[in-house]
T-cell receptor, first 115, second 112 residues
């Protein structure tokens, strides 16, 4: 079974632009979560989607948004990029929507550099 | 507010040594705790998940223990190998949500 895939793997943008990142979960998984990883702040939770609904959201500004499609694929969008948005963005999928009782499987990440 | 701390931040050991990585958390009302491994520039690989009602989990050379009352977890790696070199992260979930709260990680180097 294929793992979690994320596209693109690398991205360079300039301040003020917007960006869309994509995540395809493991086949059959219905929950997708997004995390931001930076050297200064470590790994921080962005949001989680299950069956096209956002169930949880972290403490990030409204410039960060996401959505999930009927095939469970998810996208996250960052508008008006800032230098501090440079990070590794990771998504994770889980199978049954059982919250903390399930293992989350992570993708390889998208590395975003904002110049 | 839950805080997760991992000590040491970095560790260098010779091949074959048994080692222990530590994770502590401030709020003992966790739902579960997971240990992950991250190779440089890569995503996370789940190693072990311990439910709040469990005391330990084992997978191969890895053994993770959980003591909720004291707010601690340890990851024991037996007979370490150079391929074990990576950053090890622990994370807790406070409720039935998917919000993992991560520690800052322990960077492990196993020298041949």
């Amino acid at each position: 079974k294929a793992g979690v895939t994320q596209t693109p793997r690398y991205l360079i943008k300039t301040r003020g632009q917007q960006v869309t990142l994509s995540c395809s979960p493991i086949s059959g998984h219905r929950s997708v979560s997004w995390y931001q990883q930076t050297p200064g702040q470590g790994l921080q939770f962005l949001f989680e989607y299950f069956s096209e609904t956002q169930r949880n959201k972290g403490n990030f500004p409204g410039r960060f948004s996401g959505r999930q499609f009927s095939n469970s694929r998810s996208e996250m969008n960052v508008s008006t990029l800032e230098l501090g948005d440079s990070a590794l963005y990771l998504c994770a999928s889980s199978a049954r929507g059982l919250g903390g009782r399930e293992t989350q499987y992570f993708g390889p990440g998208t590395r975003l550099l904002v110049l | 507010k839950q805080e997760v701390t991992q000590i040491p931040a970095a560790l260098s050991v010779p091949e074959g040594e048994n080692l222990v990585l530590n994770c502590s958390f401030t709020d003992s009302a966790i739902y579960n705790l997971q240990w992950f491994r991250q190779d440089p520039g890569k995503g996370l690989t789940s190693l072990l998940l311990i439910q709040s009602s469990q005391r330990e989990q084992t997978s191969g050379r890895l053994n993770a223990s959980l003591d909720k009352s004291s707010g601690r977890s340890t990851l024991y790696i037996a007979a370490s190998q150079p391929g074990d070199s990576a950053t090890y992260l622990c994370a807790v979930i406070m409720d039935s949500s998917y919000k993992l709260i991560f520690g800052s990680g322990t960077r492990l180097l196993v020298r041949p």
